[in-house]
């Protein structure tokens, strides 16, 4: 029943869906969407999930207007945000209503009418869509709208996305929601604050804001409102809001000027009112005057008695137009030229005269060349009064120990106090006093430093017209201090030295002082020059003892001298005197920073210097020279040889480390100074075998026999072709081997650790009876250096036993052709033989069967004695000869024992 209430009621809200509308600029009310009596199908339910209508144009407007109703079916009730995007070169969300749906809300008709303020402005080919995969709908229909966008992702006004990029496989088609927008016309903006007339002066600055024009419309639209002025200004102009100046506006004064304002939405709803703007000058007004102002006749420099005030938005001009009584002195001027302040200023030598003139009245007129203002000023003259002392002739006493610097001793008093000054003199001269404009006397040091008993002091008065005085002020020091005096530090009994190293309270000096008077307690203390002597030396204040402070290092002072000013007090008066001390450098033992060095260097000729040493050593005497020796106890010195001035190491003889010399060597070093002082570390030698001896194999050239059809694995020759490496050093002398087969494309043969020689892969696929081949071996030490020797295979006619061939070096046999020929021959020869024995036995008269005995143990004993004969040959020819021998040899043996057959039977046919 739910269901089929949900069909009806969508059939009869999409019966009346508009599709198809023509496009117009005002949209009226319009409705965008897709009816369907059907919408059965349940959402996601995803709150962040945006969908973006289809391709189809059913969710696309074709006006421009307002949004004032969405009408929609949700499966449950949430929050849905109805969204506005606009393209340019991607999406942009311009506008956002929300609207939560109550709960019971669920498959009904819901109609959401916007409130104006927040009715989202549409223009031509925008396109709506929601958040919130909460709208109902229905699949499957071919006529449905297609293309639809859905994006699991959250979007706010402002936002972008390229939903364009999405492709054709992220698309949903054939897709109905219920959901439509109505639309109606957008609202006219309006002005706040217009018409209005305002007043403007002709002096403000270009760029000057004169007036906010404030405008609203009641639709959200997202591109805002434009403010322009239709009719362009010379002196106006509108960014954004403001109205500013755009030229100078003193050529508008007294005028009006009206300007035209238009605010206009995106829809092209617009309106224009009008802003009257009337220029006027601002008048100046002198706001300092008018005021009075004294000055004394005896005035006579020419000096700024009054500033000037004035308003005014322009630069104003300020003149003394007259005075009463005329001709007074006074003149108007720029304080400083250029300002525009201007003052009221005395002339030169005015010639102020109280008895002839009492008052000035001056007229000043500031102008800013449109208007002006007039104020007045009265100078009043004072009469000038002739100063008089009235408290000297005058005596007075002063403590000397109390008697500070800077304080007020007296006061002179005067009738007239008007810009007066004082003068005086003293008796004796050199009095340590001074008297102020004010009449005060100061002392200008303390009179602890004063010995003199008394001062007589003469003073005048002048007030800048007349002089008064030549009156006595007279003051009395009184308890004056006997200063302490020294008796033993000056002269060349203030120098003296410290030997550096001087323990630490060593007293060098006894620093003596006296004072006349009696029951006087002295107190020494001191300054140093430079003040880092203070750190190095101490002066006892009770006794005058100087005595070290800390170590002293003649190297590293900075100062080697230093001057001392002591002095001796007895709490009232002090005495000075200077003390040079100066520090004497004594000669320091050198000292290795390390007990024990190294140095590493390969085997070498005599001569060749090792690594650094890096011998370290300190001592304490700046530039002191170092020599340096070496001894290696003993015999090993004279392998090495030492750099005295800087303790490089050399080789002393040529070094071989493979010949026995020693890798590691104990050495003591020894550096010296100029003095003779030394010290002593251990240096550790180290000398490295270097890769200098090449593998050798016994021969260059090793011979073998093998038949092509010698199974892989089969061992060539029975003797290993190891080779020999002279190096010390197992790193370098360990031998590896390797065979290059790269002539036959194949690796025929390998080669073991030990130099043993196999067949690697199938000969008879590759070489054949009576061929030779040869191919290199070779021996490489683990330091890279390598040898080689041949290795000529012989593959002879018969099947052989394998042989080996050693041979020396630059002998006859050396050549395997050589061998090759030589074997040849003696197997012609061989086989000749062979011959001539079987035509002897077939047509030689035969014996008996004894004798035939005979005949066989005599052709066994030639056959022994041949084998003792060719034993007597080398070992290493007769193995190839033998060799090869039976390989040409097997053919006639098997011809001689058929004969032999066919005799015996005759000879037994015969005798029966």
């Known amino acids: 029943m739910m269901m089929a209430l949900v069909c009806i009621i969508f059939s009869v809200l999409f019966s009346s869906v508009f599709i198809g509308q023509t496009l117009s600029a005002d949209c009226g009310t319009t409705i965008r969407g897709y009816g369907n009596s059907t919408y059965s199908e349940t959402p996601s339910n995803e709150a962040a999930k945006t969908i973006l209508t289809s391709e189809d144009g059913y969710y696309r407007f074709d006006c421009c207007g307002a949004i004032k109703k969405w009408t929609f079916v949700v499966k449950t009730a949430a929050t849905v945000k109805f969204q506005v995007w606009r393209f340019s070169t991607t999406y942009t969300v311009v506008g956002e209503n929300t609207f939560t749906v109550p709960s019971g809300a669920e498959n009904e008709i819901i109609e959401f009418e916007v409130p104006e303020s927040e009715r989202i402005t549409v223009k031509q080919n925008d396109v709506f869509g929601w958040q919130g995969d909460y709208i109902a709908y229905s699949d499957g229909s071919g006529h449905y709208p297609k293309g639809f966008r859905i994006r699991n992702q959250v979007f706010n006004v402002g936002d972008t996305f390229n939903f364009q990029g999405i492709g054709v496989g992220n698309k949903i088609n054939n897709r109905a929601y219920a959901i439509t927008a109505t639309t109606t016309n957008s609202a006219t903006p309006y002005f706040y604050n217009l018409p209005q007339t305002i007043h403007v002066y002709d002096h403000i600055a270009i760029g000057t804001s004169v007036f906010a024009v404030s405008a609203k419309d009641d639709d959200y639209d997202h591109d805002g409102i434009s403010l322009t002025l239709p009719t362009p200004s010379s002196y106006f102009t509108l960014s954004t809001a403001e109205l500013q100046t755009s030229a100078s506006t003193s050529s508008l004064t007294g005028t009006t000027q009206s300007l035209s304002v238009k605010v206009e939405d995106s829809c092209g709803k617009s309106t224009t009112s009008t802003l009257t703007i009337i220029v006027r000058n601002q008048i100046p007004v002198i706001t300092s005057l008018p005021t009075t102002y004294e000055i004394q006749e005896t005035h006579t420099s020419s000096s700024l008695i009054h500033t000037l005030g004035v308003t005014d938005g322009e630069a104003v001009t300020c003149t003394v137009t007259s005075t009463s009584p005329a001709g007074g002195p006074f003149t108007a001027k720029e304080i400083t030229t250029g300002s525009g302040n201007y003052g009221i200023y005395t002339n030169a030598n005015p010639m102020f005269d109280y008895d002839t003139t009492k008052r000035f009245d001056v007229l000043v007129r500031c102008s800013d060349g449109k208007d002006h203002d007039v104020e007045q000023l009265v100078v009043i003259v004072k009469k000038n009064a002739v100063p008089d002392f009235t408290n ?213 000729g005599a001569g060749t210097k090792l690594s650094a040493p890096g011998l370290s050593v300190a001592d304490p005497d700046a530039g002191d020279t170092k020599f340096y020796t070496l001894d290696c106890n003993g015999y090993n010195t004279g392998f090495f040889e030492m750099d005295s001035s800087n303790g490089d190491v050399y080789l002393g003889q040529d070094f071989d480390r493979d010949a026995g010399h020693p890798e590691t060597t104990s050495c003591n070093v020894t550096v010296r100074d100029k003095g003779g002082l030394t010290d002593v570390s251990s240096l550790t030698i180290t000398i490295d075998d270097v890769n200098d001896n090449t593998p050798t194999f016994e021969s260059p050239i090793f011979t073998f026999y093998l038949d092509p059809l010698d199974p892989i694995g089969t061992r060539v020759g029975d003797v290993t072709l190891s080779a020999t490496d002279n190096d010390v050093s197992a790193s370098f002398s ?44 070779i021996a490489r030490d683990s330091g890279g250096l390598s040898a080689t020797s041949t290795v000529s295979i012989i593959f002879p006619g018969t099947t052989t036993t394998t042989t080996i061939t050693t041979e020396r070096p630059k002998e006859f046999w050396e050549d395997p052709l050589t061998v090759v020929w030589l074997e040849f021959a003696f197997a012609f020869l061989a086989a000749l033989i062979v011959f001539i024995v079987i035509v002897s036995i077939r047509h030689c008269p035969r014996g008996s069967k004894a004798g035939q005995s005979k005949g066989n143990n005599t052709s066994l004993k030639d056959t022994k004695d041949k084998d003792r004969l060719m034993k007597k040959q080398p070992k290493s020819k007769l193995r190839s000869i033998n060799h090869l021998l039976g390989a040409f040899s097997s053919g006639n043996k098997s011809t001689e024992n058929n004969n032999e057959s066919k005799d015996t039977q005759k000879m037994e046919k015969s005798s029966k």
């Open 734 to 777: 360990d031998v590896t081997y390797d065979v290059d087969m790269s002539a036959f494309g194949n690796d025929y043969f390998a080669v073991d650790t030990e130099g043993n020689i196999t067949v690697n892969n199938d000969l008879s696929s590759k070489f054949s009876r009576l061929e030779i081949i040869d191919f290199k071996l």
């Open 392 to 604: 000297l002739p005058k005596h007075i006493e002063k403590d000397q120990q109390t008697t500070s610097n800077n304080v007020v001793l007296d006061t002179v008093s005067v009738t007239d106090t008007d810009g007066l000054t004082f003068t005086y003199t003293c008796d004796p001269a050199s009095c340590p006093i001074s008297i102020a404009s004010n009449g005060k006397i100061t002392s200008t040091s303390a009179f602890s430093t004063v010995f003199t008993p008394g001062y007589d002091v003469i003073i005048a008065a002048n007030d800048g017209h007349t002089t008064v005085g030549g009156k006595l002020w007279s003051v009395h020091v009184k308890d004056i201090n006997d200063r302490p005096q020294f008796s033993n530090v000056h002269g060349s009994l203030g120098v003296f030295g410290v030997v550096e190293n001087s323990p630490v309270g060593t007293t060098l000096y006894v620093v003596s002082a006296t004072d006349i008077d009696a029951g006087d307690t002295l107190s020494f203390s001191w300054t140093s020059s430079p003040t880092i002597g203070l750190s190095f030396f101490d002066l006892e204040s009770s006794t005058g003892v100087i005595k070290t402070k800390a170590s002293i290092n003649y190297e590293t002072m900075a100062s080697k001298s230093f001057s001392f000013t002591i002095s001796v007090t007895d709490s009232k008066d002090t005495a000075t005197a200077t003390v040079t001390i100066n520090v004497i450098d004594v000669n320091e033992a050198p000292s290795f920073h390390q007990t024990s060095y190294s140095v590493t260097g390969d085997e070498n």
